[in-house]
């Protein structure tokens, strides 16, 4: 089974609108962490933003959120104003805490996301 | 800026050869990742260092090889080449590996095998 599921290959969006990238995750772990990163067609990997599964609120880093909804096992990434940079690939990856783990990065196929001026 | 730097940017080269990519953390980070990016397969784990001893492996192959040196920075060898290892081949780097740990990536080498 899929432990991280981003289920929108693509998505086109309206400048200045807020756009929301599912992601669902499998653990059966309580202790976890959820990553969200940005690839623009440039190529490079750029960390946006963190959740841990014991954080009580959301996270939030500039115009990024993450709507954690933990009963759900998702946590969807929320662009607030979005701009024309912020066309990319997203990738959704958690961390377990399982000792076996060793702590990888697990990653989803990530989201397209191209905004339309 | 991340404040890893990787090279080459770029490398072309031909089935059979040997190729060495180079990964330089950022100040203070002892954990070095390797991932393979390629359009099929996604992103995929390879190896990763911490302070110079070999941490975890994920789907590394046997042509494949790695190091971390006592000044932290990281080499990936890739050795008999295929078609198909042409990929994004990324470094990245965090404090100590740790769950919470956030691994910040260099710009990649884009590996073309012809």
């Known amino acids: 089974a899929q432990k991280i599921t981003q289920t929108q290959p693509g998505m086109f969006v309206q400048e200045k609108e807020a756009v929301t990238l599912d992601c669902t995750y499998d653990t059966s772990d309580q202790s976890y962490g959820l990553f969200w990163y940005k690839q623009p067609s440039s190529g490079e990997m750029i960390f946006l933003i963190y959740?841990?599964?014991?954080d009580e609120q959301n996270a939030t880093e500039g115009r990024y959120s993450l709507n954690f909804q933990k009963a759900r096992k998702s946590a969807n990434l929320v662009i607030s104003a979005s701009q024309l940079g912020d066309s990319a690939m997203y990738f959704c990856?958690?961390?377990?805490?399982?000792?076996?783990?060793?702590?990888?990065?697990?990653w989803g196929a990530g989201t397209k996301l191209i905004i339309k001026p | 800026d991340s404040g890893v730097t990787q090279t080459p940017k770029h490398l072309i080269t031909a089935t059979g050869q040997r190729v060495t990519l180079r990964c330089s953390p950022r100040s203070g980070d002892l954990s070095v990742y390797w991932y393979q990016q390629s359009l099929d397969q996604g992103l995929q784990f390879l190896i990763q260092y911490y302070n110079g001893e070999e941490r975890a492996k994920g789907n590394i192959l046997e042509r494949f090889s790695a190091q971390q040196f006592p000044d932290l920075h990281s080499e990936l060898n890739l050795s008999s080449l295929e078609l198909g290892d042409s990929a994004l081949y990324f470094c990245?780097?965090?404090?100590?590996?740790?769950?919470?740990?956030?691994?910040?990536f260099g710009a990649g080498t884009r590996l073309s095998v012809l």
């Open positions: 990245a780097s965090s404090v100590s590996g740790g769950l919470v740990d956030i691994q910040y």
């Open positions: 990856a958690m961390r377990e805490g399982l000792m076996d783990s060793n702590y990888q990065l697990i």
């Open positions: 959740q841990g599964s014991y």
